[in-house]
């Protein structure tokens, strides 16, 4: 293939997440020495993408990016679903494709993520990822045909977000109404149902894996 048509190549290391369920910055873990976020970022074959960004949402990650000589790109809101997939997008909206690498495969080689984009090269229409046992993984290349889609995917999250919001507030307004009526909690059941009004008062938005999220994506998009 002649340089001039040589499909530009983007790669978003995906390093933002909360990762509330792990209880710190799991990407500061160690494993033989080495955080998970730098094996990520070690993982990325760069000579193989035109551009490599990293979006977190952390100052010690964006200067590490800058040591790999990638584009740091900070997150402010990691908390609104697809965010980083429309900041990875925007900032490689002029590439062909673009591939999406998650920051918790510590074991990902940087041959196998090579070896992915040459794959994607020769069938530059198609979606790419890896997997295991038959069941698509990450990383995942994506041409530039679903990028709409893929930046639809924080739309529709946050619709989700929103309507389950105001599920929440629905049934916490009845049970307000409830408490203030003068309940008091003398049985067994009141005492449960105040109970389940404080766990809901105090629920905190569903975390997604942004691993989940693009594998999900990634089999959802490669059926078209």
């Not at 992915?116 to 990383?139: C, F, M, Q, S, Y």
């Not at 449960?192 to 999220?213: H, S």
Request: charged share 30%; hydrophobic share 40%; aromatic share 6%.
């Amino acid at each position: 293939m002649d340089v001039e048509n040589k499909p530009k190549i983007g790669c978003v290391v995906m390093a933002a997440g909360n990762a509330r369920r792990f209880g710190e910055n799991k990407l500061a873990a160690q494993l033989r020495g080495r955080s998970l976020i730098l094996r990520a970022l070690e993982a990325v074959p760069a000579e193989k993408f035109d551009k490599v960004v990293v979006v977190t949402q952390y100052p010690e990650v964006m200067r590490l990016a800058g040591e790999f000589h990638f584009a740091g790109i900070h997150n402010p809101h990691p908390d609104y679903g697809s965010h980083t997939i429309e900041l990875g997008l925007t900032a490689l909206r002029d590439c062909d494709g673009v591939l999406f690498q998650v920051s918790d495969q510590p074991l990902l080689r940087r041959e196998s993520v090579a070896e992915l984009v040459d794959r994607w090269r020769t069938r530059p229409e198609k979606i790419v990822a890896l997997g295991h046992g038959g069941v698509r993984g990450n990383p995942c290349l994506f041409p530039a045909r679903f990028f709409p889609e893929l930046l639809e995917l924080r739309e529709q999250r946050a619709e989700m977000a929103e309507a389950s919001e105001r599920k929440r507030q629905s049934i916490l307004r009845v049970e307000r109404e409830w408490i203030m009526r003068g309940c008091k909690a003398r049985t067994t059941k009141s005492k449960e149902r105040i109970q389940r009004y404080e766990a809901l008062l105090n629920q905190e938005a569903p975390e997604t894996d942004e691993a989940v999220k693009m594998a999900a994506a990634s089999r959802r998009l490669g059926k078209k």
